[in-house]
């Protein structure tokens, strides 16, 4: 058995060096998203495997793996070959705050990955079906009150679950969770009424806000989003302190080699940097950043630092 693994991580080692020698990309891209079509994972990864496959000549096929709270796509990425070819774009949801809240993972955020670069940041958006008799974050909070364990909230990934948690934490409420594959499941659950409210990604939620099929009641950021500008801040709605950010970010498996991850790095700051992503990106409600592999890795580390406490004291378990 040993040898048989010393053989397959030469193999991988090969392969790497092979890749590496021969001019990056010379064959499909594959980036993995742990998500269900049309949620903000996808949205992003679908601009940014565009610009990749215009610019490189190449075929990046999105291929979406939803399920787990994205475990099952990013263990898939993990133990992909570390060429290059097969990419994860994942969020605050997979890489923050799935270490903090299950005791086993088949994966190490940080050891088993490397950081290509954060593609934008956005706040989440809470949201009613419209016959809910609120109008405000605070007649949301009353009527919760009045009505202890009556209300149901859907969330469609960890992160989400965090944020509202932390939301019940701090306002003194008793709302029950029920759990979706993803953001689009989430948010049509609160439209058909089968759960009342929900906390979830801003760029498939803000449409529905608009259409007024959803009312939109705060925004979890410390200021207001742009491309909602009348929704407020869950801080100055009657949760002082209250803020979260989520983000979004594309990774490599751990031991792609360097000249790729660099590569790689470099075309998605190349991307976000774009006036026409811009654009879409702001329009979603995400603020494109671009940022190094060194410094989305430091965003991983303080985040799951920052995250531990509240889910302890919260006793959020998902396994």
């Not at 029920?178 to 760029?203: E, L, R």
């Not at 709605?237 to 790729?260: C, H, K, Q, R």
């Amino acid at each position: 058995m040993r040898a048989e693994r010393i053989l397959a991580l030469i193999a991988l080692c090969a392969a790497a060096l092979t890749a590496s020698a021969q001019g990056y990309p010379w064959k499909p891209i594959r980036i993995v998203v742990g998500f269900p079509p049309g949620g903000g994972n996808d949205i992003v990864a679908r601009l940014v495997g565009a610009k990749m496959q215009e610019a490189w000549g190449q075929p990046v096929v999105i291929d979406n793996k939803p399920g787990a709270n994205s475990i099952i796509a990013t263990e898939f990425v993990a133990k992909s070959a570390p060429d290059g070819y097969t990419l994860l774009v994942n969020a605050t949801g997979g890489m923050s705050v799935n270490p903090v809240l299950y005791s086993k993972l088949p994966y190490d955020s940080l050891r088993d990955f490397v950081a290509v670069s954060m593609i934008g940041k956005f706040p989440l958006v809470l949201a009613v079906n419209p016959s809910l008799p609120v109008n405000s974050v605070q007649e949301l909070i009353a009527y919760a009150k009045t009505n202890p364990g009556k209300l149901n909230y859907s969330a469609g990934s960890t992160a989400f679950q965090v944020a509202t948690e932390m939301f019940k934490q701090m306002s003194g409420t008793d709302i029950r969770h029920i759990p979706y594959k993803g953001s689009v499941q989430a948010i049509n659950a609160v439209i058909s009424g089968d759960v009342q409210m929900t906390i979830v990604d801003s760029p498939p939620a803000l449409p529905h806000v608009k259409a007024k099929q959803l009312k939109g009641l705060a925004v979890t950021s410390a200021t207001r989003a742009a491309p909602a500008p009348d929704i407020p801040t869950l801080s100055e709605s009657g949760v002082p302190g209250y803020e979260m950010n989520l983000w979004i970010g594309a990774f490599a498996p751990a031991g792609t080699p360097g000249d790729i991850a660099a590569k790689l790095t470099n075309e998605v700051m190349r991307i976000v940097k774009l006036p026409d992503i811009r654009e879409k990106l702001a329009a979603m409600g995400v603020e494109p950043v671009g940022d190094t592999s060194e410094q989305l890795a430091r965003t991983i580390r303080n985040e799951i630092a920052r995250y531990g406490p509240v889910v302890k004291a919260a006793n959020i378990r998902a396994d």
